[in-house]
């Protein structure tokens, strides 16, 4: 595998170490498909590849999808979504893999991207809390006054949580979102109190609960966890891209298209121990067992199509117009920020 992007780690006020979990991370932090170099290149920045919530895109390359449709993909990978954002518009990679609700963000501010592949129809994220403020915290009632950890600041588990406050009459200016990252960053600050909850995915999820460190508020990782939570389906991780270069490049989209939806198919006729067989092996983190029942919890956020679920770009504007003032106050063209006619003519 070649090396090529750093894997920067978000911590609590400079407090928190690298374990050995990162480190194991930060080997997978850039890999390139395994065909001869000569197909299309294709970089893809990826909101932390060790996620499950992006599983698809690593699996799509050890399935050999990539290389079967003549493309020469190199994934990359950062902590937060946010950060794959900014990679896309500054044109370091043709695209990104990361959650639905930048490609409306984005527009606002006069960026047009689109979600070409939908991998999800429910975030998969759930709000922990630890065991120390499990008592002070049964519902975002009681966000007021507690610091709440995100991936990053303007990432998509900032948006949920800052969206979860006010649903349930919290303003945003009455706690404080923290940027602690995914895996033992997260896990770090929440037991030594930097944190007082707040929003991961899974493995982070499945080790919390493991190690006992922390209880589930919100679970957000199925359908239903959606709807109770958000009010409807709510498209998450996806493959989304600078509208300009997919009219430019369309012949790509597709084989992109292809691949992915070939992984979803698969991924929906197969166990959460077969697709964690096929993961690198260092995502276990010598867990083989609690890393299958991690993908197991959130296999049922995935689309098997790779189609954008109805009703859910609405539910994500409502989700966003809560809090977000530049969405609130904007006319956003909801079907200029996805597209299905790739997945539709998916091979």
């Given at each position: 595998m070649r090396k090529s992007a750093r894997y920067t780690t978000l911590a609590a006020a400079g407090l928190l170490a690298l374990s050995s979990l990162t480190a194991c991370a930060n080997d997978a932090a850039s890999t390139a498909s395994t065909g001869d170099g000569k197909g299309t290149k294709v970089k893809i920045m990826v909101g932390g590849l060790d996620k499950v919530i992006?599983?698809?895109?690593?699996?799509?390359?050890?399935?050999?999808?990539?290389?079967?449709?003549?493309?020469?993909?190199?994934?990359?990978?950062?902590?937060a979504g946010v950060q794959a954002e900014t990679a896309l518009v500054s044109g370091q990679v043709q695209g990104a893999v990361g959650f639905y609700d930048h490609t409306l963000d984005l527009q606002t501010k006069g960026?047009?991207?689109?979600?070409?592949?939908?991998f999800s129809h429910a975030p998969g994220e759930v709000e922990?809390?630890?065991?120390?403020?499990?008592?002070?915290?049964?519902?975002?009632?009681?966000?007021?006054?507690?610091?709440?950890?995100?991936?990053?600041?303007?990432?998509?588990?900032?948006?949920?949580?800052?969206?979860?406050a006010v649903k349930n009459g919290v303003k945003v200016s009455?706690?404080?979102?923290?940027?602690?990252?995914?895996g033992p960053t997260?896990?770090?600050a929440l037991q030594q109190g930097a944190i007082d909850g707040g929003m991961t995915t899974d493995p982070t999820v499945a080790?919390?609960?493991?190690?006992?460190a922390g209880k589930v508020l919100l679970d957000m990782r199925t359908p239903e966890g959606s709807r109770a939570a958000l009010g409807g389906p709510y498209p998450s991780s996806s493959l989304y891209m600078q509208t300009d270069w997919v009219n430019g490049h369309k012949d790509t989209v597709q084989k992109l298209a292809?691949?992915?939806?070939?992984?979803?198919?698969?991924?929906?006729?197969?166990?959460?121990?077969?697709?964690?067989?096929?993961?690198?092996?260092?995502?276990?983190?010598?867990?083989?067992?609690?890393?299958?029942?991690?993908?197991?919890?959130?296999?049922?956020?995935?689309?098997?199509?790779?189609?954008?679920?109805?009703?859910?770009?609405?539910t994500v504007e409502k989700v966003l117009k809560a809090f977000n003032p530049?969405?609130?106050?904007?006319?956003?063209?909801?079907?200029?920020?996805?597209?299905?006619?790739?997945?539709?003519?998916?091979k």
């Open positions: 992006y599983l698809p895109a690593m699996l799509t390359q050890r399935l050999g999808y990539f290389d079967a449709e003549g493309l020469d993909v190199e994934l990359l990978s950062e902590p960026k047009s991207v689109e979600s070409v592949v939908q922990v809390v630890s065991r120390k403020a499990a008592g002070d915290i049964t519902s975002p009632e009681d966000f007021k006054g507690k610091k709440l950890g995100v991936t990053g600041l303007g990432s998509s588990t900032d948006f949920l949580t800052k969206y979860l009455e706690f404080t979102p923290v940027a602690v990252g995914a997260f896990i770090s080790t919390i609960l493991d190690k006992k292809n691949a992915f939806v070939k992984t979803l198919t698969w991924m929906s006729t197969h166990s959460a121990d077969e697709i964690a067989a096929k993961m690198p092996a260092d995502y276990s983190q010598g867990d083989k067992t609690l890393y299958a029942q991690a993908i197991k919890s959130t296999l049922p956020m995935f689309t098997k199509d790779g189609v954008m679920p109805e009703g859910g770009p609405e530049n969405i609130k106050n904007a006319e956003v063209d909801l079907s200029k920020t996805y597209t299905t006619e790739f997945v539709k003519a998916a």
